[in-house]
């Protein structure tokens, strides 16, 4: 579960490439603030195997409130 921010992070890292074939992780949640269209993009490019899925709520309580299970097309 990572915040957009840390998100995008994350994709800057190497070993996301060893990754791509989804064996490994199967899901990232993304919440806390917006998610950019061109991080999610750039998620589906680099993992396309893998669910991302962003969740919004009050920003005065640490809940999720929403979810939408990003698709790429």
């Known amino acids: 579960h990572f915040i957009p921010a840390m998100l995008n992070s994350f994709l800057d890292q190497a070993e996301i490439a060893t990754l791509s074939d989804g064996t490994s992780l199967k899901r ?15 998620f589906a490019s680099l993992l396309p195997e893998v669910s991302l899925i962003h969740g919004y709520g009050p920003t005065e309580a640490t809940v999720d409130a929403a979810f939408y299970v990003f698709d790429p097309e």
């Open 28 to 42: 990232v949640f993304a919440g806390g603030e917006p998610l950019a269209p061109r991080v999610a993009a750039r």
